[in-house]
């Protein structure tokens, strides 16, 4: 099992935090606010076997672009509710035009590349077809899938709101799912990290399991005979002791974790 990262993020944590906060009060609401099955993209796939876009990916999804839109529609609208996407665009080291730089392009002579003077007049005309044509893509093909992947990295670790998430999903899923056999080799490679090497709920160290091919025990957090799915985010690594003592009818998880001194 190879020991070498498949991929890296430099990480901005400057709205995933808080992007991350408001996803997890989502999942912890009890009114259904917002319903997993409701935003799915490929439910069929993402309950039968572990996908790389996770039914979690989709629901953070949502909640970003939701809460984005409403910079460039929100109730009495105007030019300046977008500001604040310009500092995110920034932070996240997205290149984008400016509103000059967009009317000079939009003008520009094909033959001799010169452009317009840009006046204020010009600005004013153009600045809603800048925002409603260029910037809004920007901001939810660019900036959202940026944010998505932060905000899950930070919510997947926290395996208390994986079990309320996935106990969401199997108050609406309509028939039992099948068992996963096979779990792909990224999958164990992303819970082994995630739990740091240790079983989820004792904290044994699995390691030397880990490194030398053994077959790592990975449990269902909301069990597949209460209505859970074969999604990463409702497995966990136990040890063989736990996996043993976990019944089929037990939601059992943690949040407990080594700390750094």
């Not at 490194?211 to 990463?232: F, Q, R, S, T, Y």
Request: aromatic content about 12%; glycine content about 4%.
């Amino acid at each position: 099992m190879s020991n070498v990262l498949q991929s890296c993020h430099a990480f901005n944590f400057s709205e995933s935090y808080s992007y991350a906060d408001k996803v997890r009060k989502a999942i912890f609401e009890n009114d259904f606010s917002i319903d997993p099955m409701d935003v799915a993209s490929d439910l069929e796939n993402q309950v039968a076997k572990p996908q790389k876009w996770s039914l979690l990916h989709d629901y953070i999804d949502h909640v970003v672009r939701d809460d984005l839109n409403f910079y460039f529609r929100g109730g009495g609208w105007d030019y300046d509710d977008v500001r604040p996407v310009f500092s995110m665009l920034d932070s996240h080291k997205i290149q984008y035009l400016t509103l000059v730089q967009y009317i000079e392009e939009q003008f520009r002579d094909d033959e001799t590349g010169e452009t317009v003077l840009v006046t204020e007049g010009l600005v004013e005309k153009h600045k809603y077809e800048y925002v409603s044509e260029y910037l809004e893509d920007k901001a939810l093909n660019g900036l959202a899938s940026l944010i998505v992947t932060e905000v899950f990295t930070l919510l997947f670790a926290d395996r208390e709101a994986m079990k309320a998430f996935n106990l969401k999903i199997a108050m609406s899923l309509e028939k039992r799912t099948p068992r996963c056999t096979y779990w792909p080799k990224w999958l164990e490679r992303a819970l082994f990290c995630r739990e740091k090497g240790l079983c989820a709920i004792c904290k044994s160290d699995l390691t030397s399991l880990f490194h030398v091919c053994g077959k790592l025990a990975i449990d269902h957090i909301v069990p597949i005979a209460l209505n859970g799915v074969n999604d990463p985010t409702n497995l966990q690594i136990l040890c063989e002791s736990c996996n043993g003592k976990k019944s089929g009818i037990t939601v059992v998880t943690s949040n407990s974790m080594p700390v750094f001194w």
